[in-house]
């Protein structure tokens, strides 16, 4: 077979013999993947043009969407994927992480349009007050970029390496074109067939290419942005790419990382959480041989219990049945390649210059159901080095492999010195019940790590462990690791969107923004707002009330249906020493006032009262003031039907100004309702 590339739009051979591919298990050649011929600079020039127009012109909830549609559509599939995927080398565990985890990410990225706008664009944070009469304001907003995302990736994760990164170019509005590694990208291959089949994608929203990149980077321009999944070594020839460079084109590198996990004083022989550290250490050791970017590398214990642990560690390495992961009783399969082997065996004999080996022999071992001749076996091996503060490789050599390194430590700061000695990482995880330690490890060690996990008797329950990146939270590690950060929720859209600080009158910012902004234009309606549906009601729109004296008597009745007597409402002797000068009515009672002076009480367009997102109450009202309110239209956001009979509606965020008789503002709100529309399609 031979894998074909994307491009432009165009499923097409490259030329020339090719790289040959092989089934890691069996070394039959599968497939050959070239990317020869193809026009690279032509494919970004598609992309910026055809996909970069279709995607930028969808508002996030249809971005969203179409990565919903499209994570159900390859959810079916999945079958098919499990099947290629095993030519991989990896068992049925190792692809779920690859397949699931890489659609599980399309999911949770399609889900994070709800905290979005329903618009192309989205503005960012609080507007900044600029001038003193206000009638001069700033704000940011972050629209997509006009280029490609390039996304250079590793072996080791096939589907998800290409998924996680392009759930968030999409979501954000950019296009992509993929480079799988070579070796595994007739699963990437497999993947991309049915996406572009599926029709899902608008045009040029994927491009694929199978073999080398070749001179791509050569054509990279200002608005492109690249990712890099893979070694240290070709991270840096890409970083120092003239055309990187001469266009400030960002390019986030994830690359090797001396990840390590480190077991609590606390966490003594017959704890539970030395057992949970055992297993995860076995885990880390054995899911996808340890071909993980954050697989444990450095094992840091007590020195009073590294006997036990590395024993520990010995006993339950034991049982693992490694071989072809097709047949049954499989724990640990194949390496992506004969050639991995061999890199894992060089890194090996650095290690081994200061370690000892004790668990696991290169040169002995079985392997079951599988032919150790043709397949690119390996197993667990465990090192041991007992004086790892004098020790360099052991905090500078990646086995991309399943190898890891045990150690003592002596004192937790000796502990945290030796997690730094990785000069960063991607994760870290401290193993301990003992919340003061927990979080002195944490703290001191956070310069250094992407994320860190504390796993404990509790946690463990529902941990998703040491080597899962997580959608929503940041995957990445300073230093060695690359200095990258991809995913991390809507953290990681900002990567794939250039954000501008805009400035102007309030009503300026609010057309710009979509949101109302304090002190823009306000036109009065009609007829009153609660009557109008969701379609009619727009960003600006205000109602002025009519008003409403506070008496004494609201004072004690509200206190007496609240049950709220603070001293401030209910008794005027006790004020000195305070901010009040008289008994003062209760924010609450502000505000449900307020409602009672703009709420339409005949049945209407608006179902429900959805909540407040900030309130804040700014002046002390007392019995006598005269109150009145501004309503103003600040937001709208369309929902979607989650059922057929569901009414067709949206939420609409609200100002609430209540002001005082002289025009001061004493109570400010955003309050939230639920308001049907008008079509019911
Ligand atoms: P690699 O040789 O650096 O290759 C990574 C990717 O870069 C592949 O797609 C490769 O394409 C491509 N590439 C290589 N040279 C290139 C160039 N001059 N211009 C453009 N692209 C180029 O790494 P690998 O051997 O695949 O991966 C193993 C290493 O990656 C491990 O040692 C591990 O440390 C690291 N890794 C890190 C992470 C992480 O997230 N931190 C994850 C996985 C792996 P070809 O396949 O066509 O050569």
New binding site residues.
Partial sequence: MRLKNYAEGSWVEGTGGG?PLFDACSGEQIATASSAGLDFGAMLAYGRKTGNRNLRKYTFHERGRMLKALALYLMDRKEKYYNTSYRTGATRTDSWIDIEGGIGNLFAYASLRRRLPDLPYFSEGDPAMLSKGGSFIGHHILVPKRGVAIH??????PVW?MLEKCAVNWLAGMPAIV?????T?FLAEDVVRDIIDSGILPEGALQLIC???GN??DFVEDQDVVT????????M??KSHPAIIRNAVPLNM????LNCIILGRDASPGTPEFDLFVKEVRREMTVKCG????AVRRIIVPESYIEEVESAIRTSLHGCVIGDPRAQGVRMGALAGKV?VQ?VLEKLQLLLSECRLVVGDPNAFDVQLGSAETGAYLPPMLLRQDSPMQASYIHEV?A?GPVATLMPYRNLEEAIELAQKGKGS?CSTFVSYDSEHVTEYTIEAATHHGRILVLDRESSVESTGHGSPMPLLV?G?PGR??GGEEMGGLRGIRHYMQRCAIQGTPTAITAITQQYQYGARQNQGDIHPFKKHFEDLQIGETLTTHKRTVTEADVVQFANVSWDHFYAHTDATSLEGTPFTQRVAHGYFVLAAAAGLFVDAAKGPVLLNYGLDECRFTKPVYPGMTIGVRLTVKEKTAQEKREEEDYRKGIVKWLVDVYDETGETVAIATILTMVKMKKEV
């Fill in positions: 790289q250079i990736n590793a072996y080791n994760f390496g480079k799988p590694a070579t070796i990208s073999g080398s990149a791509l980077l890099f999944t893979g070694s240290a070594s070709t991270g020839t890409l994830e690359a090797d990382s071909q993980k970017c954050t991995q890199e990646e991309f991607l995957h590690g690791a690359g």
